[in-house]
Nanobody, 123 residues
Framework: QVRLVESGGGPVQAGGSLRLSCAAS????????MGWFRQAPGKEREAVAR???????NYTDSVKGRFTISKDNAENALYLQMNSLKPEDTGLYYC?????????????????WGQGTPVTVSS
């Protein structure tokens, strides 16, 4: 069974920081790719940051230089450090994982999802 549990969201003022955490469990093959996605009110879900098993990363343009994805393999945890937050970063942030080769990590069709943690950035 795959289980992804996010934490760390909440309200923050523009310019502030948050660190999201995702506790992951399940067979390793289900977590070869891991990522953070978000869905803003009235918008479609989008990929924010993704990471392959080998540590390669990919960020959406709007968060480059502000967000950092990282993982702790020993703790089966995924993190998203978010700095210089903007109101447009507001949304429900999901931790997700999938199986597949490294190139699959850059696709949006992740197979396993957490319940999400809300982030609200006020101006």
């Amino acid at each position: 069974q795959v289980r992804l549990v996010e934490s760390g969201g909440g309200p923050v003022q523009a310019g502030g920081s948050l660190r999201l955490s995702c506790a992951a469990s399940g067979p390793l093959y289900t977590r070869l790719c891991m990522g953070w996605f978000r869905q803003a009110p009235g918008k479609e879900r989008e990929a924010v940051a993704r990471m392959s098993l080998g540590g390669a990363t990919n960020y959406t343009d709007s968060v480059k230089g502000r967000f950092t994805i990282s993982k702790d393999n020993a703790e089966n945890a995924l993190y998203l450090q978010m700095n210089s937050l903007k109101p447009e970063d507001t949304g429900l942030y999901y931790c997700a994982s999938r199986s597949g080769a490294a190139t699959a990590c850059w696709r949006d069709d992740y197979q396993y999802w957490g319940q999400g943690t809300p982030v609200t950035v006020s101006s």
